[in-house]
T-cell receptor, first 114, second 109 residues
Framework: IAGITQAPTSQILAAGRRMTLRCTQD?????MYWYRQDLGLGLRLIHY???????GKGEVPDGYSVSRANTDDFPLTLASAVPSQTSVYFC?????????????FGPGTRLTVL | GQNIDQPTEMTATEGAIVQINCTYQ??????LFWYQQHAGEAPTFLSY??LDGLEEKGRFSSFLSRSKGYSYLLLKELQMKDSASYLC??????????WGAGTKLIIKP
């Protein structure tokens, strides 16, 4: 692996179903982030993690949960999907939280909730 | 509130120069980024400014005026591969990123 990977690439999901989006990085970055990107809007932060074992809420956390059991993995779970969660989801990482470091992005997961 | 304003769409000709403007309003300021995002792909880092002035990196340059809350991205010698969205991103006093919606740049032959 080089950089950040996300899985699945795309998914169509029935409303009410549970879904976990996976994110793995091999750069040993401390900080990781989940964003959603919707047409006409800037990226919106869902949850973040400054270091393994800690997580925090972003701008739009409702309906989503995360965990950070180790440095490399940062899964995002939708407990009961709703159509408004149809979006493109990007995972990102940066070397250090709370700094001016550049964020590096995964390729994204395109999620459609019907 | 915190806000980023940038044009929704711009069109330019191959070989020409284009300037994409961005104004920002944030609670404190810790720098401004520009990211490039091709359709269907992830954003990738282009530039970072924290001090006033112009930063040049090959065909791309980025300018910042902190007193005016203003930045621009200048692209020279445009190529077809420069067709993409350009995202202006400001970092506030808590090091949180405020993302603009992006400017879609269309390059015509």
């Amino acid at each position: 692996i080089a950089g950040i990977t996300q899985a699945p690439t795309s998914q169509i999901l029935a409303a009410g179903r549970r879904m976990t989006l996976r994110c793995t990085q091999d750069m040993r970055h401390n900080a990781m982030y989940w964003y959603r990107q919707d047409l006409g809007l800037g990226l919106r932060l869902i949850h973040y993690s400054n270091t393994a074992g800690t997580t925090g809420k972003g701008e739009v956390p409702d309906g989503y949960s995360v965990s950070r059991a180790n440095t490399d993995d940062f899964p995002l779970t939708l407990a009961s999907a709703v159509p408004s969660q149809t979006s493109v989801y990007f995972c990102a990482s940066s070397p250090v939280a709370g700094s001016t470091d550049t964020q590096y992005f995964g390729p994204g997961t395109r999620l459609t909730v019907l | 509130g915190q806000n980023i304003d940038q044009p929704t769409e711009m069109t330019a000709t191959e070989g020409a120069i284009v300037q994409i403007n961005c104004t920002y309003q944030t609670s404190g300021f810790n720098g401004l980024f520009w990211y490039q995002q091709h359709a269907g792909e992830a954003p990738t880092f282009l530039s970072y400014n924290v001090l006033d002035g112009l930063e040049e990196k090959g065909r791309f340059s980025s300018f910042l005026s902190r007193s005016k809350g203003y930045s621009y991205l200048l692209l020279k010698e445009l190529q077809m591969k420069d067709s993409a969205s350009y995202l202006c991103v400001a970092k506030d006093s808590n090091y949180q990123l405020i993302w603009g919606a992006g400017t879609k740049l269309i390059i015509k032959p």
